[in-house]
């Protein structure tokens, strides 16, 4: 199991899939569910894996992973043939000088590189300051703005072009494991339901523009109407410069979501359940929006009980994030487990009298 998803999650992160263009990332998790799960795809791009309960009138518990990741689209081209872009997402303006990318034209892909003026040529005062987006550029090579403009187009989008890669102690690193990490956890549950006995229809959705709009999130829940549903995303891992009170450390135990996002009686459900498999967590404060899909699905028609999962990663929003794949496989096995144990009585449970 362990080899097997660390080799669809490196397939997952090296697709280039920018919020609004998913599709790369999709197909992969479409085609490797399709085996052991029902696939449907909806109008927004989210793609659906479901595996039906046994008996009648089953409730239903939704999985959600977002599958899209943070990058880049042409904003305008200048007269040397330099592109000049905005970001998707929240992109770190720190970072981006100096790195490769890749644009996605309807020609097929291009390499570039992201530049700057060199320091040289910056004022000592403004060394120290960082160079926001609108002044960083990409360069692939155009010898004017005609040349540029005959492959490149205003609104194609731009990935990270750097491959995943291991690190020692089960650590891999990539640009888009916010979120595909997540989606790994989802196909480790599929997996794993499809060999057990479960009473609650389980749909695991990989959701489209959740680093924009939560738009995957607020029609997928509207749509497949779930009983519960639990958000699977990522938290901040421990790093230096950051505190140890709201980080958590790699390859240490997934994280439980507790706040005004999460329903209380699945968050106890779920503490209990890691306690019992013995599966190291922690819970992590979130007295705000929970910045995941959570929110979509917990505020969709009349409100869905909702659920936060995270998986610790490192370096979020850049192109080297990181994470531990036992993490990955705990996630996944945990969400499993749970839902082999959910019956008809646990909805009793979500009642706000019986919450608190």
């Known amino acids: 199991m362990r ?41 927004m791009g989210n793609v659906f894996g479901m595996i039906p309960g046994v008996g009648e009138n089953r409730p239903r518990v939704m999985l959600v992973g977002h599958s899209d990741e943070i990058g880049l689209q042409v904003r305008y081209l200048d007269d040397n043939g330099f592109i000049y872009f905005s970001a998707i997402g929240g992109v770190d303006p720190h970072i981006t000088p100096g790195l490769r990318v890749h644009v996605h034209t309807a020609q097929g892909v291009l390499n570039g590189v992201i530049g700057k003026r060199p320091i040289h040529l910056i004022e000592p005062k ?30 194609d989008p731009v990935s990270f072009a750097n491959a995943p890669f291991d690190l020692s102690s089960d650590l891999v690193s990539g640009h888009s494991l916010d979120n595909r990490a997540s989606i790994a956890a989802l196909t480790i549950c599929l997996q794993e339901l499809s060999h057990i006995r479960h009473s609650w229809d389980v749909i695991a959705a990989a959701t489209s523009q ?4 939560l738009g995957g999130g607020f029609t997928s829940s509207f749509l497949e109407n779930p009983t519960i549903a639990i958000a699977v995303d990522v938290t901040f891992a421990r790093s230096p410069g ?12 997934v994280t439980l979501g507790l706040g005004p996002n999460i329903h209380p009686a699945i968050h106890r459900s779920m ?25 979509a699905m917990q505020i969709s028609a009349e409100g869905i009980p909702t659920m936060v999962l995270g998986i610790p990663l490192r370096y979020m929003h850049t192109p080297v994030e990181v994470v531990n794949i ?12 749970f839902i082999a144990r959910l019956d008809a009585d646990f909805i009793k449970k979500l009642n706000w009298d019986r919450s608190s």
């Open 3 to 43: 080899e097997a998803s660390f080799e669809f999650l490196q397939q997952l992160v090296a697709a280039p899939s920018p919020s609004g263009y998913e599709q790369p990332a999709q197909r992969i998790f479409r085609s490797y569910i399709a085996p052991f799960s029902q696939v449907t795809t909806d109008v």
């Open 126 to 155: 403004e060394r120290d300051t960082v160079t926001k987006l609108d002044a960083q550029y990409i360069d692939i090579g155009a010898a004017d703005k005609k040349e540029a403009a005959a492959l490149v187009r205003v609104g």
């Open 210 to 213: 959740e680093e924009e709009t």
């Open 242 to 253: 950051v505190s140890d009170y709201n980080t958590f450390a790699l390859g240490k135990g």
């Open 271 to 295: 503490s209990d359940l890691c306690k019992q498999l013995d599966i190291p967590f922690h819970d992590d404060v979130i007295p705000k929006h929970s910045g995941t899909d959570a929110y």
């Open 326 to 337: 036992k993490d990955v496989l705990r996630a996944g096995h945990l969400l499993a487990e």
